[in-house]
């Protein structure tokens, strides 16, 4: 069993210590959102590292996953893959959250079926 050695003074500064991280993060967001152009080189660098990250997480869960994920298939895996990609392609701007939820939903499903409570 794991003890728990934080007390809960220290568990409360480090709370507080990243709410004031957050929120002066966001502060300077705002105080220079009107500087910034999202157009630029920049954004679109970083944009393109976020999307290689993204592709890379995907690829690597589909493909070497860990956990109880290794447990299911790869057939099964990249069907899933597709039927969220498949929401996904649908309309990319706004379908993220729909394509996410489908990808978590048919693996429950999958699950239940697997167990024998579907």
Do not use: D, K, Q
């Given at each position: 069993m794991?003890?728990?050695?934080?007390?809960?003074?220290?568990?409360?500064?480090?709370?507080?210590?990243?709410?004031?991280?957050?929120?002066?993060?966001?502060?300077?967001g705002a105080v220079f959102s009107?500087?910034?152009?999202?157009?630029g080189e920049f954004f679109k660098w970083v944009t393109a590292v976020t999307y290689a990250l993204m592709a890379g997480l995907t690829a690597r869960l589909?493909?070497?996953?860990?956990?109880?994920?290794?447990e299911v298939p790869l057939w099964v895996r990249l069907l899933i893959g597709a039927a969220a990609m498949g929401v996904m392609l649908t309309n990319p701007a706004r379908r993220l959250v729909p394509a996410l939820a489908t990808g978590?939903?048919?693996?429950?499903?999958?699950?239940?079926?697997?167990?024998?409570?579907?």
């Open positions: 794991i003890e728990n050695h934080v007390s809960p003074h220290v568990a409360w500064v480090a709370l507080a210590g990243a709410a004031l991280a957050n929120y002066a993060c966001r502060a300077a009107g500087r910034v152009r999202a157009e589909l493909l070497l996953p860990s956990g109880m994920l290794g978590c939903v048919v693996t429950l499903i999958y699950g239940f079926w697997r167990s024998g409570l579907a």
